[in-house]
């Protein structure tokens, strides 16, 4: 958990501070709080006995300058994917400078046969990521749980494919699922290539060889906190995984 204020008091230094945000974050911001906060509250729960932890997380965004604000001692790296030298988002150098990360790392999560870090961490953040690439998700799971310190935890959270919204689509013979962008329309990668179901993600980490210590749905997407919405139909996923 958090100490009281602590979330609004990041927020407020990053979002209320009057410089330029990265292109897209004025606007993702608001959409995104509820989720982060959430993640950053679990990130207090599994640090709680930790003295100077490591927590790798994979996309960055504006949020990621909150880690050293609510967890000096953190030892914070960051991940995303291999961009131009014109990318106008969050490139090595603009991620470091805003977060206060030690490292940044350019890893191609569609690969993860090619990833290779000297690093075991405590936290790996896959928040709202695994819906966007094209890969097996048995390969990306190992391949990140190896990278897990034995007492450690993947955190992954994920769009739930069977949420409320969807399943009124498709009994209406609608396709739920977004057509790709023409054109340059994905140049921040924010498309959703496949979203998942709980029971067949809950599968694909056995598969991969580790566990699911803690589960639930989600309702930081719904306007109206989900009330009156069956659990399993919220609209998001959130996955603790351990070796």
Same mark, same amino acid.
């Given at each position: 958990?958090?100490?009281?204020?602590?979330?609004?008091?990041?927020?407020?230094?990053?979002?209320?501070?009057?410089?330029?945000?990265?292109? $897209?974050?004025?606007?993702?911001?608001?959409?995104?709080?509820?989720?982060?906060?959430?993640?950053?509250?679990?990130?207090?729960?599994?640090?709680?006995?930790?003295?100077?932890?490591?927590?790798?997380?994979?996309?960055?965004?504006?949020?990621?300058?909150?880690?050293?604000?609510?967890?000096? %001692?953190?030892?914070?790296?960051?991940?995303?994917?291999?961009?131009?030298?014109?990318?106008?988002? #969050?490139?090595?150098?603009?991620?470091?400078?805003?977060?206060?990360?030690?490292? #940044?790392?350019?890893?191609?999560?569609?690969?993860?046969?090619?990833?290779?870090?000297?690093?075991?961490?405590?936290?790996?953040?896959?928040?709202?990521?695994?819906?966007?690439?094209?890969?097996?998700?048995?390969?990306?799971?190992?391949?990140?749980?190896?990278?897990?310190?034995?007492?450690?935890?993947?955190?992954?959270?994920?769009? %739930?494919?069977?949420?409320?919204?969807?399943?009124?689509?498709?009994?209406?013979?609608?396709?739920?699922?977004?057509?790709?962008?023409? $054109?340059?329309? %994905?140049?921040?990668?924010?498309?959703?290539?496949?979203?998942?179901?709980?029971?067949?993600?809950?599968?694909?980490?056995?598969?991969?060889?580790?566990?699911?210590?803690?589960?639930?749905?989600?309702?930081?997407?719904?306007?109206?906190?989900?009330?009156?919405?069956?659990?399993?139909?919220?609209? %998001?996923?959130? #996955?603790?995984?351990?070796?």
């Amino acid at each position: 958990s958090l100490n009281p204020g602590a979330f609004d008091q990041a927020w407020a230094e990053v979002y209320e501070s009057g410089r330029e945000l990265i292109i $897209g974050q004025a606007d993702y911001a608001p959409l995104h709080r509820v989720r982060f906060e959430e993640l950053f509250s679990a990130v207090g729960y599994f640090l709680a006995q930790q003295q100077s932890p490591r927590l790798l997380e994979f996309g960055v965004s504006e949020f990621s300058g909150f880690y050293k604000r609510l967890w000096p %001692n953190l030892q914070l790296e960051l991940s995303d994917r291999p961009t131009s030298e014109d990318y106008p988002g #969050f490139n090595r150098e603009r991620s470091l400078q805003l977060s206060g990360a030690s490292e #940044f790392h350019e890893l191609d999560l569609q690969q993860p046969g090619s990833i290779e870090l000297s690093e075991r961490y405590d936290i790996i953040v896959l928040a709202e990521v695994v819906e966007h690439l094209v890969v097996n998700p048995v390969e990306l799971l190992r391949t990140l749980v190896a990278l897990l310190r034995p007492s450690g935890v993947l955190y992954l959270t994920t769009p %739930n494919f069977f949420r409320r919204i969807n399943l009124e689509r498709l009994a209406q013979w609608q396709n739920p699922q977004e057509v790709y962008p023409a $054109g340059a329309g %994905n140049w921040d990668a924010h498309y959703h290539h496949r979203e998942y179901g709980a029971r067949e993600m809950l599968g694909f980490i056995r598969e991969a060889g580790a566990r699911c210590s803690s589960f639930h749905f989600s309702a930081c997407w719904e306007s109206d906190t989900g009330l009156g919405i069956p659990e399993s139909e919220l609209g %998001n996923m959130v #996955f603790a995984i351990s070796p």
